[in-house]
């Protein structure tokens, strides 16, 4: 098993034991503040309800992207974060 299925194994175990779904969860994500990676983590969360709020860093090179959103199950919280990952330089929290 790689180390990326390792993550997404654990946290589904650990979602499964202390979450109730359907429930309001939050990702937060760290891009650099270049306008395509920040547009394309908002892109990902286009589904309705989503209240996407973000913070330039003091230096301004970076982005942090924190985003709420009605999920329904584990499989969806996992879902996002591996469309996530494609996005260059994108860090997940």
């Keep these: ?17 202390t979450t109730n779904f359907p429930t309001k969860y ?13 547009k394309q983590v908002q892109d990902l ?4 309800g989503a209240v ?13 992207v924190s985003i709420h959103i009605d999920v329904t ?6 879902s996002y974060y591996r469309k996530a990952e494609n996005i260059e330089g994108i860090i997940s929290l």
């Design 52 to 64: 996407i709020n973000t913070r330039k860093s003091r230096s301004g090179k970076y982005t942090s």
């Design 26 to 38: 939050l990702y937060k994500f760290i891009v650099p503040s270049k306008e395509t990676q920040v």
């Design 1 to 17: 098993m790689s180390d990326r299925e390792a993550f997404y194994e654990s946290l589904r175990e650990k979602l499964t034991d």
């Design 73 to 78: 199950d584990v499989d969806e919280v996992i």
């Design 45 to 48: 969360f286009t589904k309705g």
